[in-house]
């Protein structure tokens, strides 16, 4: 059979954005798989994905790009460290999406990154026009723009019932991070 690679985005305000795109990622190792998860905005202090990247190796690796949280929490760092974290990101990304070797490629919170204004929507639809035909192409964050979702294949909105966090119960590992 031969392989039609898919676009796929998972946004919305709800928990499981990034999650799903693990699962793929457990669920194709299955198969031998491999690929990459480029993570755009995490990467100070979000460790269990790394942990977990060591046993899905070789098959996956995990690129951690971006510069930690944006404008919240314990940012410190000028808004232009960011862009320049970001633009890096968009090259490795730009590179993993063209390699025929590549089965599945993560662009982890991407759609933030735009939303942000770190990089712009036509940033992340030329990296989508260069995909690799066969590499599946996951994007994730909240605030997908219009035309990505337009362009994307399987898009899904995760949506808020209810969070821990709601009720004052702090982020656990295993299940947030
Ligand atoms: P996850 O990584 O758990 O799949 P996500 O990718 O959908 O979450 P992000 O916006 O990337 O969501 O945020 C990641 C972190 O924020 C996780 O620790 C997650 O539990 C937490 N989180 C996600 N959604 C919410 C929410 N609606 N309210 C509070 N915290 C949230
Ligand atoms: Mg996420």
């Not at 998972?10 to 699962?23: C, E, F, I, M, P």
């Not at 070789?58 to 944006?70: C, D, Q, S």
């Not at 390699?99 to 030329?126: H, M, T």
Request: contains cysteine; positive net charge.
């Amino acid at each position: 059979m031969k392989r039609v690679g898919l676009i796929v985005v998972n946004t919305g305000g709800g928990k499981g954005k990034t999650t799903s795109a693990l699962g793929m990622m457990l669920r194709s190792c299955g198969y031998d798989m491999k690929g990459v998860m480029i993570q755009f905005i995490k990467g100070s202090w979000f460790y269990g994905e790394k942990k977990s990247f060591i046993r899905l190796a070789p098959n996956f690796k995990l690129i951690t790009a971006g510069r930690g949280f944006v404008g919240i929490l314990d940012d410190k760092l000028p808004r232009d460290e960011h862009k320049v974290a970001a633009k890096k990101a968009l090259d490795i990304s730009l590179k993993e999406v063209r390699n025929r070797e590549n089965d599945v490629v993560v662009l982890d919170e991407i759609n933030y990154a735009v939303n942000l204004g770190l990089i712009s929507e036509d940033d992340v639809i030329f990296i989508i026009e260069q995909k690799y035909p066969s590499v599946h192409l996951i994007l994730t964050g909240n605030f997908a723009t219009e035309k990505i979702i337009e362009l994307a294949d399987t898009v899904t909105e995760m949506k808020e019932i209810k969070h821990a966090y709601q009720k004052g119960k702090k982020a656990q590992i295993g299940i947030d991070y």
